[in-house]
Every structure is written in structure tokens, then in C-alpha cells.
């Protein structure tokens, strides 16, 4: 039982897990305590700056809930932004170092174990915002899971809610090969997260840390396009993508980008139909 809190399981042919379930055995109690050496929370709120503040403010929300909190990092800064979070993760030992987190900043989270394609089961109520952070999202590595996924969080919102999920560049490191400025979202110290493995099923990344140790995660890469369309498919009314926080970009530049999908249905335009 202990080795699995220190060792990871892929079998005998890692490149050929490629499932959304696996994820739960890759966030073994070993990688989380060191999660937060890769992001080094203060490298990381410097560079997002306020930009998810700025945006859920703009779109007024009030209740949040975080759907990937990991160790806590964006559910203690939209606490002490004034927000009412709450903290959802399919992974217990991420909720346990988010809540452990949340404590030693003087903050009580409010965590929930919830799988997100069943999210309305184990959360039954409403909010003004989602946030799905981190990347998170390419965990899901079927179709199905994407959709009922995304549709789950659209009927979680409230009719003029927002859902605010990132990505990263996929369509460049298949495009064009892995390259990272490692500015805005792995900023810790002599930490590395880079693909080891990659085809237009798989994005295997490897996370190397001071210690020589090396942990793995496998995701699907979803390209930016795709995932617009998914969230018109499901129901959201706009959806505004960001590269690197910036409304303007070329494409090949960000390292992730940012969706800002709105629920609420926009007036029709003097002379529309």
C-alpha cells in the first residue's frame, strides 16, 4: 500500500494509458506534497497578476466554484479577493494539501470530492462562476467525457454565468515542437514540466524536481479550436480565448490559453434577425 504514495503506475507501456479515470492514480501523495514547489504560489500570482479577479468581477459573480483546486492556490486567492468559493477536485490528497493550505493562511476551504461528469450529483447547487485551472481539463481523454463534462458545468451556472477554463498551447507543441517561456504557470525553482511523449492522443508530460525525483502525467491535448467549439456545442452564448492573459496574440506565442465562456444569451444587434 505504501509504494503506491511514492510510485506511480503506468505499466509496462505508459504511452498506451489513455484513460480520464487514470488520473486519480497519478496524483499519488508523493507528487501533491511536492505540487507546490512547481507552482511557487508567489512566482505564480506575480504573473498572473489579476486578470481572474479583473474577469469574474466583470461578469459580477459572487459565488465560485473551483472545480480543479489542486493544492488551493486560485481557492485561497479568490477567497482573499472576497469571493464565496467553493473547492471541488477529483483527487483527495489534493483536497487534503488544499485544505491544509487554506489553514495555514487563516482560511477554512470548503472542499468537496466531486467527479466532474457527474458534478450536479455531488453538488447540488448553483454559481455564478466555474473555474477549471491548471490545465485540468485535458485529464478528460474521451469525447463523451469533454462534453459531459462541460455540460455539467453549464448547468451548474447560474443563467448569466461564466466558466473560465485554460489549456495549454497544444496546437503549438504538435505543430511545432515543445518550447516554454515557464513564466506564467510552473514558476518554482529548478522544477521542470516537459512532454516526454506526444501524438494527437497523448500528451505525456514528465515533472522533474531538485531531489532527482520525476513524477508523470498523462493527458489528451485538445487544441484551442476544439475546445471553443465544444463549449458552443453544449450551450455557452460567447466564448473569448486569451493567450498568456492577452486578448491579442499569434497563436504559435502563449504557452496556454485561457476560454472565458459566457452562459447568458446575448441581445440581438439593431437589424438582426
Known amino acids: 500500500m505504501a509504494d503506491t504514495k511514492i510510485k506511480q503506475d503506468f505499466g509496462t507501456d505508459p504511452i498506451a494509458v489513455r484513460e480520464s479515470d487514470h488520473y486519480q492514480q497519478e496524483y499519488i501523495e508523493a507528487f501533491v506534497d511536492k505540487w507546490d514547489q512547481l507552482i511557487d504560489w508567489e512566482a505564480r500570482a506575480e504573473s498572473e497578476g489579476d486578470f481572474f479577479l479583473r474577469v469574474l468581477k466583470e461578469h459580477k459573480a459572487e459565488r465560485v ?86 455540460a455539467e458545468f453549464y448547468a451548474m451556472l447560474k443563467h448569466d454565468g461564466v466558466l473560465i477554463l485554460d489549456q495549454r498551447n497544444y496546437d503549438a507543441i504538435l505543430d511545432n515542437g515543445f518550447s516554454s517561456k515557464h513564466t506564467y504557470y510552473y514558476c518554482g525553482e529548478n522544477v521542470s514540466a516537459e512532454p516526454e511523449y506526444m501524438d494527437e492522443g497523448l500528451a505525456r508530460f514528465r515533472y522533474s524536481f531538485p ?62 434577425a
Open 65 to 150: 466554484l473551483d472545480v480543479a483546486t489542486g493544492t488551493g492556490f486560485h481557492s485561497v486567492r479568490l477567497i482573499e479577493a472576497g469571493f464565496d468559493v467553493t473547492s471541488a477536485d477529483g483527487s483527495q490528497d489534493m483536497l487534503a494539501k488544499a485544505f491544509e493550505n487554506g489553514r495555514k493562511r487563516g482560511h477554512l476551504i470548503r472542499t468537496v470530492h466531486a467527479d466532474w461528469r457527474w458534478l450536479n450529483k455531488d453538488l447540488r447547487e448553483s454559481y455564478d462562476a466555474i473555474v477549471c485551472l491548471g490545465n485540468s481539463f485535458t485529464h478528460l481523454h474521451d469525447e463523451r467525457d469533454r462534453r459531459k463534462t462541460l
Open 211 to 272: 531531489d532527482k525525483s520525476t513524477f508523470y502525467l498523462n493527458m489528451f491535448p485538445v487544441r484551442k479550436e476544439y475546445v471553443r467549439k465544444l463549449m458552443f456545442e453544449v450551450g455557452f452564448q460567447s466564448v473569448e480565448t486569451y493567450g498568456d492573459f492577452k486578448e491579442t496574440y499569434r497563436d504559435d506565442e502563449p504557452d496556454f490559453f485561457v476560454h472565458v465562456a459566457s452562459k447568458k444569451y446575448l441581445e440581438k444587434q439593431e437589424g438582426e
